[in-house]
Every structure is written in C-alpha cells, then in structure tokens.
C-alpha cells in the first residue's frame, strides 16, 4: 500500500500533489495555447443545440456541484447564456420544467452518483440534451450522455474529492471558452489572455505545492482545536469558499461554513470572536477592495484571519493572522489557484487530528443510493 501511495502518506496527500499532472491531462489535446484553439468533439457535437438554448443547467452533487456553481458565473460571463446550478437530489424531486432546448451539463467524479444519474434520466426523457463531465470512462453517466468531454484525473481513491475537482474545473473553462467562441461573445484579447493564462496552471499549480506546503503545515497546527471555521470569498471565489469549507468538515470533522463574504453580515458575523478562524479566499481581482474590507469587520471583533493571498498583495498579508500565497493570474482562472491551499489545509488538519483522511467516516467514495 506504501508503494500505491507513492511515498506519500495518504491517498487524498498524493492526489493533492498529482494535481499539476491531472489539470495539464485534462487541457492536453484540447488546449493548443500556441494556436489558441480548443478542440472539444463533445461541445461540436451539440454545437447547435448549445447555439439555441436559452439556458444551460447545471445538475450535481457534493464537490461536483461547487465545479459547477463556479462555472455558472464562468459560462454566464463568458458565454452570455443563462445557467442554473441545481443539486441533483432536488432537481430530480421537483418536477423541474424542462423542455428539448434545455442542454443540461451533468458533472459527475464516478459517473454513478444515482442522484445526478436520475435527474439525467428524467431531462432526457423530456427532451433535453445532457452533456457530460465525467471522470470514469464508461460509466452511467457517461453512457447516457448525448455529449461530454472526460476530465482526465486518473482514479480518485481519497474519499474526499482533490483532482477530480481541479479536472473538472479545468474541463469547465475549456468548455466555456469553446462555447464563448462559438458563439462569439468573447473578445479575442480576453478568448487569448484566459487560454494561455489556463496553459499556464499547471505549473502554478506546482509552484504553490512546492513553496506553500510547509507555510501551510504550519498554519494548519495552529488551528487544528478549532471548533468552527468560516471560510468566506466573493464573485469566482466564492464557490471556492464552499468547497474549503466542504472539505475541511469532511476530514476534520470540524463545523465549516462556507459564504459569500458579504453575506456575513447577515447571520454568520454573530459567530465571530477571538476563537473564530475565519478562512478568506482573496486574491487580486474586482472585489479586492470589498474583501478587505470584510476582513477588516472580523479584524475588529477579534476573529483570526487566514487569508490566501495573491503573490505581492501587501494589504491583506498585513491584515491576516496568516497567509497563503498563490501566484497572480486571470481571475476568472483564478479559483483553480486558489483551491489548492485550501485542500492541504484541510488535509494538515484531519492528519493532526489523527483521523483516517482517506475514509471519513460515514462518507462513500461514490453515492449510489439515495
Ligand atoms: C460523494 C463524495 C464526494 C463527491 C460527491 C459527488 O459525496 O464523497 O467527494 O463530490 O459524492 O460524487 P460524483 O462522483 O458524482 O462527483
């Protein structure tokens, strides 16, 4: 089993560090950031469905819907069609109206979640055109799919998703700049800046494993008795924030909130005080100013600030207990960045906890039932 692990000491600590591997395995083939195509056979196969749908929704579970809650805001600002994002389990509850111009994206690790899978079904039934993010070649979701574009993570064995998700968002961005293009709502300025800055993930994404793991052991100590955590961020980063606060109470078993930042102010600032670590994602992008001055509000009523930081962002490095740091980049490429710290956070703190990160207890690697 060591030799599985590949000298690491879980599963979930090795598919964190593959993740340079399996985003740049998800974009090769695909992203030619020297010509700045995107090849994607799946989007041109329903090419003219995509064209005449009004809206595209987005149906998921757990990690998979975080993927895409953040490719909602990706796809309406880049593609100008109106997406919504549902959890399966009540999308396939609610009689949903769906019609033959709904294309529907399903986004699924196993491929075999019964919720997602069912909601798929029932789409289908009445028209709609389902295309798939899947990780498992051949699996339920995938074979019922009219359309779809593998994420190419490899198997998942940690329990708690890490590289499925960075796939699934880098699948994601392709998909929105391949339909951005088709239907030509991107500029070319913004079409070329977004591709070569999603080529150059990987190797940011390396950069963060290589500087940030012992910075971020370190943070991780410091908070590991903590009772609560919020974990806040705004526009591209708030999913991010979810799914932080996701993966921490997964393995750590620690409450975990995730919110947009601004909300806060509706019910969660009551929880602040000098026991509170509250987690900002807050890189440099349009809500910079607006971040700090969340931060500045738990400042004052004494919570603990851990911030991830752009590369040079002075002003929160200031404010903040503590910082991790990941390169300057697009910002709406930005949360692929981002999520990285937040995984080996939660990851540090479930191992000082001493519990077994690979298999949280009463957690399965793939829900097949209801
Ligand atoms: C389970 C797993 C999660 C995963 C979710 C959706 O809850 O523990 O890691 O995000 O199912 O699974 P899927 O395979 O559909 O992405």
Redesign the pocket.
């Known amino acids: 089993a060591a030799i599985e692990k590949g000298g690491f000491d879980h599963f979930m600590l090795k598919e964190i560090f593959e993740q340079p591997q399996t985003i740049f395995d998800s974009l090769r083939g695909r992203l030619d950031a020297v010509q700045q195509t995107i090849t994607l056979s799946g989007v041109e196969k329903i090419a003219d469905k995509l064209l005449a749908a009004d809206r595209i929704i987005i149906v998921?579970?757990?990690?998979?819907?975080?993927a895409g809650l953040l490719a909602e805001y990706v796809i309406e600002e880049l593609c100008r069609i109106n997406v919504e994002v549902e959890y399966?389990s009540e999308f396939r509850y609610r009689n949903p109206i769906i019609t033959d111009k709904d294309v529907i994206i399903?986004?699924?690790?196993?491929?075999?979640?019964a919720?997602?899978l069912v909601a798929i079904e029932n789409a289908k039934k009445q028209g709609a055109t389902i295309f798939g993010i899947?990780?498992?070649v051949g699996s339920s979701?995938a074979r019922l799919s009219d359309a779809g574009a593998y994420t190419h993570a490899g198997p998942?064995i940690g329990?708690?998703?890490t590289k499925?998700?960075t796939a699934?968002l880098a699948v994601l961005y392709l998909v929105a700049l391949k339909v951005a293009r088709i239907k030509g709502t991107i500029e070319d300025t913004l079409y070329d800046r977004l591709s070569a800055d999603l080529a150059k993930v990987p190797e940011y994404v390396q950069q963060i494993l290589d500087k940030q793991d012992m910075i971020i052991r370190a943070v991780a100590a410091k908070y590991s008795d903590a009772r609560d955590f919020l974990y806040l961020g705004r526009g591209y980063n708030f999913p991010i924030a979810l799914e932080g606060a996701?993966k921490l109470k997964?393995i750590s078993y620690i409450h975990a909130e995730g919110y947009p930042a601004a909300e806060m102010k509706h019910g969660p600032i009551a929880l602040v005080d000098e026991n509170l670590p509250v987690v900002f994602v807050a890189t440099k992008d349009s809500y910079h100013e607006k971040i700090v001055s969340n931060i500045q509000e738990i400042k004052a009523r004494k919570g603990k600030v851990i911030a991830v930081v752009s590369e040079g962002d002075s002003v929160v490095t200031d404010l903040a207990d503590d910082v991790m740091t990941v390169p300057q980049i697009h910002e709406i490429i930005a949360p692929l960045l981002s999520v990285i710290p937040l995984q080996l956070l939660s990851y540090y703190i479930g191992v000082n906890r001493g519990l077994d990160v690979d298999k949280?207890r009463n957690?399965?690697?793939?829900?097949t039932v209801e």
Not at 106 to 112: I, L, R
């Open positions: 998921a579970c757990g990690t998979s819907w975080h399966a399903a986004v699924s690790q196993s491929g075999e979640t919720d997602t899947v990780n498992v979701i998942e329990v708690a998703s499925a998700f699934q996701l997964e949280p957690l399965a690697k793939s829900v």
